[in-house]
């Protein structure tokens, strides 16, 4: 971060962030664990309600909307520093209200919303009364071309009928979640394929909206995400619902999107940093064959090539961001791309690493290393497998020689 001169203003948030984790969220990490385990993906851990109140009384909430009205009126640039600490820890970003998808959704919302949809749902959203679902993706269909996506959406009067399978709707299970946002088809005849799909709002308790079962993430349910299995039976929903008009979906997407990669890579790099400092402080402790295993060559080896990496993907995030903030998202979608694609690979490598630090209790989670791995494999599917990104790289890059 030396590289990027900091204002007043973050380094001032990024002070009482470091005080917050240091007080609030990393002492009460194993209680988080224990409340998820009790408490399952149905349910709601108490220890994150209580952070929430502290955070919100000390000003660190909504960092992530650039919208200053409601948010901390950062640039991606800005925010980016704050996002990677509180990816540290898995329990810091809901609590201070900067966990997805409720990020994207608020995103959504401000930007697409009408005054109506935004004083219904922005604003309980923004004070973290309730919570959101984004429902895109759907097991019938190879759902990294969202041009696959099969699910309906149907005009009748003055309303629209909603039919559709999902699954991976992040937050479903969650009895805080109260509207989820729903992408389906509204003209599958449409010969642009990306004019057929809309984006359109379905509260949660409408009849005919089946939460069918969480989805674990290797074994975790709940922790790192709320993924659910979702099933949408002849949802009625007022014509008013729909976001921004029919045929925009892929429109919305994109804005949604840009900035939800880059904040899963901002978190991810301090996800990262955390497993490396375990790792350090780890092999410090052990020894192995006479000396201590942070002496011995291939620890060093990975120790150095982690710190390489951690690095140069930090870089490549301000750069995205910088980008993002000085010529749009559009324009900086290759940054996004590379990043999308380094992150959530350095990221599983350096906790890799971690565990095999650890021995066999890096597998189990008393050090939090085998949910961080989940989350960074996770994040190698989510907002879009490799394959897809790295396609995109090849091609803009092909572009320039055309």
């Known amino acids: 971060m030396d590289l990027f001169t900091l204002s007043p203003k973050v380094q001032d948030l990024k002070a009482r962030l470091l005080a917050f984790m240091d007080?609030?969220?990393?002492?009460?990490?194993?209680?988080?664990?224990?409340?998820?385990?009790?408490?399952?993906?149905?349910?709601?851990?108490?220890?994150?309600?209580?952070?929430?109140?502290?955070?919100?009384?000390?000003?660190?909430w909504n960092l992530f909307l650039p919208d200053s009205e409601h948010g901390a009126g950062l640039s991606n640039l800005e925010y980016a520093p704050l996002c990677e600490i509180m990816g540290r820890?898995?329990?810091?970003?809901?609590?201070?209200?900067?966990?997805?998808?409720?990020?994207?959704?608020?995103?959504?919302?401000?930007?697409?919303?009408?005054?109506?949809?935004?004083?219904?749902?922005?604003?309980?959203?923004?004070?973290g009364r309730i919570r959101s679902a984004f429902a895109m993706t759907e097991p019938a269909v190879a759902s990294s071309d969202a041009t696959n996506i099969q699910a309906s959406i149907r005009r009748e009067g003055d309303e629209y009928v909603i039919d559709g399978h999902k699954w991976f709707t992040t937050g479903a299970t969650d009895p805080r979640c109260k509207i989820i946002i729903f992408m389906g088809k509204t003209n599958p005849d449409h010969p642009d394929k990306h004019k057929q799909q809309s984006m359109i709002l379905v509260p949660k308790d409408t009849p005919g909206v089946k939460v069918i079962r969480p989805l674990p993430v290797f074994g975790f349910a709940g922790v790192p995400d709320r993924a659910a299995e979702v099933v949408f039976e002849n949802v009625r929903v007022p014509a008013s619902n729909i976001l921004l008009g029919e045929g925009r979906g892929f429109e919305i997407a994109q804005g949604r999107l840009g900035p939800g990669r880059i904040h899963h890579c901002m978190r991810l790099i301090g996800l990262a940093e955390r497993a490396l400092e375990k790792m350090c402080r780890r092999t410090?402790?052990?020894?192995?064959?006479?000396k201590p295993v942070a002496e011995q060559?291939?620890?060093?080896?990975?120790?150095?090539?982690?710190?390489?990496?951690?690095?140069?993907?930090?870089?490549?995030?301000?750069?995205?961001?910088?980008?993002?903030?000085?010529?749009?998202?559009?324009?900086?979608?290759?940054?996004?791309?590379?990043?999308?694609?380094?992150?959530?690979?350095?990221?599983?490598?350096?906790?890799?690493?971690?565990?095999?630090?650890?021995?066999?209790?890096?597998?189990?989670?008393?050090?939090?290393?085998?949910?961080?791995?989940?989350?960074?494999?996770?994040?190698?599917l989510a907002d879009g497998p490799d394959e897809v990104h790295r396609n995109q790289i090849g091609k803009l890059e092909l572009r320039k020689y055309a």
């Open 23 to 60: 007080q609030h969220v990393y002492p009460n990490e194993e209680r988080y664990f224990r409340e998820s385990a009790e408490h399952g993906p149905w349910g709601v851990q108490p220890v994150v309600e209580e952070l929430k109140a502290l955070a919100r009384e000390q000003g660190l």
């Open 89 to 127: 820890s898995l329990l810091a970003p809901e609590v201070f209200n900067c966990s997805a998808p409720d990020t994207g959704n608020m995103e959504v919302l401000a930007r697409y919303g009408t005054e109506e949809q935004k004083r219904q749902w922005l604003v309980p959203l923004l004070d």
């Open 284 to 290: 410090k402790e052990r020894v192995a064959f006479g």
């Open 297 to 380: 060559t291939v620890t060093l080896e990975r120790i150095a090539e982690a710190r390489i990496m951690i690095d140069q993907c930090r870089l490549l995030t301000m750069h995205a961001a910088h980008m993002m903030d000085t010529v749009g998202n559009k324009a900086a979608k290759a940054q996004i791309a590379m990043i999308k694609v380094a992150a959530p690979n350095m990221a599983a490598k350096v906790v890799d690493w971690a565990i095999q630090a650890h021995g066999g209790g890096g597998v189990t989670n008393d050090f939090g290393l085998a949910v961080a791995y989940a989350t960074a494999r996770l994040l190698r």
